[in-house]
């Protein structure tokens, strides 16, 4: 081949290569636009920030721990050992709590069963939906009709009926108990949870929601069901 | 031969490395633009081997119908007719057509070869 159409033919390919690049990185990534305002970005910047310091202040909880355990003689070892376990026990839901908190009452409308209509059942969608909003808003621990509340509770229709693990909620009253890390929190609670919509979701169902104001001291029995722990188990299948 | 090769690597590793991006309403302008010039330069192999290559034909070619190519498909945006797909037709077949002769030129060339040193070894 001429060498002056190789180079024609060599230039003319690398255009082409490059072209090709551009429409693949076009293709593949398009550009989004960042539409968000200053006060859009400062919003998810506090956001960060907060989540930032909570971050910093567990990192420094677990640090004081580590100390601890370095620090101390075996036999104090022992007894950190089942402080922590206590610890985990009381986070998982074992123990039963006392601290600060807000109790909410539903129970049926009575004007609105006066005037012939029936007591409805609590939809386990708006009680999953208020436990929801509960965590969101610092709740910690939560019991809804004596039962208490864990990381494997659930809250569903079982043959028309709703309950919490397992159990069905048979009371037309049903008291549900939030506890809080501080008095203040529980008062930020109650000021959500009294603003909120929840009170006319509720009554679309026929039934009151009373939330009472925030207590000093309220007490949430432990979880009375066995936690199972489902540790890895070598699978032989394949042998 | 392979310096085109060479070529068309190093212009993708080029592109890919400095990720250079188009905005997204030029995107099939340039797909067109990419056709038209894929079709150029095996227009421009084929040429080669045919001996009938001219310089003039290759290189006013490649951007002639990349020019045609995308003109073609800003007057189909305009005018609201989908214009860009008589282009991506007509390159398209040419493409293949042209890949074709290729393909055969190549055969024959490689024939020719062995029978040669067929004669040779005999």
């Known amino acids: 081949m001429n060498k002056k159409i190789v180079t024609r033919i060599t230039i003319v390919s690398f255009i082409v290569g490059l072209m090709i690049a551009v429409q693949y990185n076009t293709v593949q990534n398009p550009t989004t636009r960042d539409t968000r305002d200053i006060w859009a970005i400062r919003q998810e910047l506090s956001e960060e920030k907060k989540r930032h310091s909570e971050l910093l202040s567990e990192i420094g909880t677990y640090n004081d721990l580590i100390k601890e355990y370095e620090n101390n003689e075996k036999e104090q070892q022992a007894n950190l050992l089942e402080n922590t376990v206590e610890e985990l026990n009381e986070q998982v839901g074992l123990t039963s709590v006392t601290g600060p908190g807000v109790i909410l009452k539903i129970s049926p409308a009575l004007e609105l069963i006066n005037s012939g209509y029936s007591v409805e059942n609590i939809s ?4 999953i939906r208020l436990v929801n909003e509960i965590y969101h808003y610092n709740g910690l621990y ?46 930020k609670l109650y000021g959500y949870l009294f603003a909120s919509t929840f009170k006319d979701d509720f009554y679309l169902d026929n039934l009151n929601l009373s939330i009472s104001k925030a207590q000093s001291e309220i007490t949430i029995a432990p979880y009375d069901g066995k936690l199972p722990n489902q540790y890895l188990v070598e699978d032989n299948k394949g042998e | ?8 690597i190093l212009g993708l590793g080029l592109g890919l490395l400095t990720d250079i991006q188009i905005p997204t309403v030029y995107e099939n302008y340039l797909s067109i633009a ?79 070869r062995h029978i040669k040193k067929d004669e040779n070894t005999v």
């Open chain 2, 34 to 112: 990419v056709l038209a010039a894929l079709d150029t330069i095996f227009g421009g192999i084929r040429a080669n081997l045919q001996q009938v290559y001219d310089d003039k034909v290759f290189l006013s070619g490649f951007f002639f119908n990349i020019a045609l190519a995308a003109g073609l498909a800003f007057l189909g945006v305009h005018l609201g007719v989908d214009l860009y797909l008589a282009a991506i037709f007509a390159f398209g077949v040419r493409l293949f057509q042209n890949i074709a002769v290729i393909r055969r030129i190549l055969i024959t060339k490689w024939e020719e």
């Open chain 1, 142 to 187: 939560v019991e809804i009709d004596g039962q208490r509340l864990t990381h494997t509770s659930a809250i569903r229709d079982i043959n028309g009926e709703t309950t919490v693990n397992s159990v069905p909620i048979r009371n037309t009253n049903v008291e549900i108990k939030v506890i809080t890390d501080s008095y203040e929190k529980a008062e």
């Open chain 1, 124 to 127: 386990p969608d708006l009680l």
């Open chain 2, 1 to 8: 031969m392979w310096l085109p090769l060479l070529g068309l």
